[in-house]
């Protein structure tokens, strides 16, 4: 069992920590050897609506707090959760089990969002618009939405409750949580360290539960709840779209990835090489945005492939908690399993194996890193996400071939590109369907930029002064007679 001054096992409603109804409760392993590690109250649909209720009506509240009171209290979330960063993060590692270094880097990347949108609180402007007649004028306001439901993945416990969270309470609207079952302990100590902030009572609340889509329909159904903001599978959004469709809420959706990685002739191809084992290998590959299919010209084919495996040789396996280590366990045995048969898929229909396609002896939660070589589009891995270690290279010819092969997919979320002729680094990155570009760099999550994708990648911006725009309606009053 794990121990820590942060760790809450109940639910967070009304500011007050609670059992569910019924008395069950559900266990949280580690996922490197699947050791219990904590069991959490399993609520159901009845009290997701008492947490609806609870915040319905501290909204009426905190909408009317000033932006800068609201401010100061995000503020003061913010500060704890960088005083408290190695704590969380070792809650992180522990129930989900990326390496310690990266937990801590997403708590910092998390409580970025709470110190961003404090400050962004206080700018939530209007607009006064020329009259059309003139005893005419146009005013608009922005007002908070309402009631928020978020409900968040297990790959980024911490930081992917933050970048809805933050915006969401500095715009004045209140939250429903529904976090992973498989990482619920972050959520918690975050509320946590919402409730010795000062957030007030039904502010902010946390549902634990293995009845994902029954918490999931009633958040969706609630005419109470204004907005849902989700991250997740493509095929969970899409659900989640069609049940909110009768109450037509608000809906920000950050799903799936397919992300292209392509190098050109002219790149640098040590910048390349670092880059891509930045994107693909973060969190074991389990991020939307790693990288997913490597595009690389086949002049420069051999000398990266061989650049590439020696940088490979390099990164460290292990229990995320040890020191060094570059990469920890898979989320879950299901997520092996899905890695296996699309590599087994590849290599069958003639791609080659290169290095890894198997679990570290020492623990067999920890898949190796894999590099397979003349993967084309017939595999499933060139359109699947794979979520796992595994980098598959494709030879391509020509700027026109890749751009097309790279868009050959529904989704729409990340892509990357190396290259130094700068008339084709924005012809590539225009003609790429995806709603974020890394030109050169393998890094581009960070709080000041929009996040988010197009096509079936989901639609809505996280992170950024786009980013408030989700929690907020605009008020458009139109003054008559001013003579
Ligand atoms: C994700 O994988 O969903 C988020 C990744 C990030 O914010 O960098």
Redesign the pocket.
């Known amino acids: 069992m794990i121990e820590s001054p942060l760790l809450r096992t109940n639910a967070y409603i009304g500011g007050e920590w609670l059992e569910a109804e019924n008395g069950k409760r559900f266990e949280v392993v580690n996922p490197l050897d699947n050791t219990v590690i904590a069991t959490v109250a399993d609520l159901s649909e009845s009290e997701t609506k008492i947490a609806i209720e609870k915040a319905a009506s501290a909204f009426e509240i905190w909408k009317g707090y000033s932006a800068s009171k609201r401010s100061r209290i995000l503020k003061n979330w913010y500060q704890l959760q960088m005083e408290h960063a190695r704590e969380l993060a070792r809650i992180l590692t522990i129930e989900q089990g990326k390496p310690l270094g990266e937990a801590i880097g997403e708590i910092r ?1 998390g409580a970025s969002f709470v110190e961003w949108f404090a400050e962004e609180a206080k700018r939530i402007y209007g607009d006064v618009i020329p009259g059309h007649s003139s005893d005419k004028r146009i005013t608009v306001i922005k007002q908070p939405i309402g009631v928020v439901g978020a409900i968040t ?1 297990w ?2 416990p911490s ?2 409750i933050t ?1 809805k969270v933050a915006p969401a309470l500095a715009a004045g609207c209140t939250v429903v949580i529904k976090p992973s079952e498989l990482t619920p302990l972050s959520a918690l100590a975050l509320a946590e360290l919402a409730h010795q902030a000062g957030i007030p009572s039904g502010v902010l609340n946390v549902i634990p539960t293995t009845q994902a889509s029954q918490v999931g329909i009633e958040l969706c159904n609630n005419p109470m709840v204004k907005k849902i903001s989700f ?1 997740g599978s493509t095929k969970v959004g899409k659900l989640l779209l069609r049940q909110s469709a009768d109450t037509v809420k608000k809906v920000t959706l ?1 799903l799936g990835g397919n992300a292209p990685f392509i190098v050109f002739e002219d790149a640098d191809i040590d910048k390349a090489v670092e880059g891509l084992i930045q994107t693909k290998f973060r969190n074991a590959g389990q ?3 790693c990288s997913n299919r490597v595009f690389v010209h086949q002049s420069i084919l051999t000398e990266f492939s061989t650049k590439l495996k020696e940088a490979i040789a390099t990164l460290q396996i292990g229990n995320g908690l040890d020191k060094g280590v570059h990469i920890g366990p898979m989320i879950e045995q299901k997520a092996i399993d899905k890695v296996d048969a699309l590599i087994q898929d590849a290599i069958d229909k003639g791609a080659e194996l290169e290095l890894g396609a198997s679990v570290s002896e020492d623990h067999p939660s920890i898949y190796m890193p894999t590099l397979l070589s003349k993967v084309s589009p017939d595999m499933d891995i060139f359109s699947n996400e794979i979520f796992g270690p595994v980098i598959p290279l494709i030879s391509f010819d020509s700027e026109h071939e890749v751009i097309q092969s790279a868009n050959a997919t529904p989704y729409g979320l990340a892509a990357y590109f190396y290259g130094r002729d700068y008339a084709r680094i924005w012809r590539v990155a225009e003609g790429l369907e995806f709603g974020m570009v890394g030109i050169n760099t393998g890094m581009i ?1 960070t709080t000041l930029a929009p ?1 988010g994708g197009v096509k079936e990648s989901g639609f809505g911006r996280e992170g950024s002064k786009y980013g408030i725009e989700e929690y907020v309606s605009l008020k458009y009053m139109c003054w008559g007679n001013v003579n």
Do not use: D, G, L, Q
């Open positions: 990347y993945p790959n980024f930081a992917m970048r991250t950050e991020t939307c945005i999550s996040f």
